[in-house]
Nanobody, 122 residues
Framework: QVQLVESGGGLVQAGGSLTLSCTAS????????MGWFRQAPGKEREFVAD????????SIADSVSGRSTISTGSAKNTVYLQINNLKPEDAAVYYC???????????????WGQGTQVTVSS
């Protein structure tokens, strides 16, 4: 069974940066789309970024565009999300997920990690 494990969350001051990691077991990312989503309390889970590493295609949500990067590691089972200039509204639980097509819809992703908390202090 595919397992996704996120790490790298924590408490960051506004304006700071962090890099989240997602490591998969029993999955070669190069054959799938990897996505990052986030969910703040009382809000729906929203798309942040996705990548199909086999062709280098990626997209970033407007909310983090210009200050966020999604990438994969050389081991092909790790995907990263870097966010710079963090804002209080970036605070959320961040999830990685895997699917078969680039999509901003949560229902297009079949496997999800447990999430990692990002807290931004102002």
């Amino acid at each position: 069974q595919v397992q996704l494990v996120e790490s790298g969350g924590g408490l960051v001051q506004a304006g700071g940066s962090l890099t989240l990691s997602c490591t998969a077991s029993r999955l070669d990312f190069s054959n799938y789309v990897m996505g990052w989503f986030r969910q703040a309390p009382g809000k729906e889970r929203e798309f942040v970024a996705d990548i199909r590493s086999s062709v280098g295609t990626r997209s970033i949500a407007d909310s983090v565009s210009g200050r966020s990067t999604i990438s994969t590691g050389s081991a092909k089972n790790t995907v990263y999300l870097q966010i710079n200039n963090l804002k209080p509204e970036d605070a959320a639980v961040y999830y990685c997920a895997t699917g078969t097509a680039l999509s901003r819809q949560t229902n297009q992703y079949g496997y999800w990690g447990q999430g990692t908390q990002v807290t931004v202090s102002s």
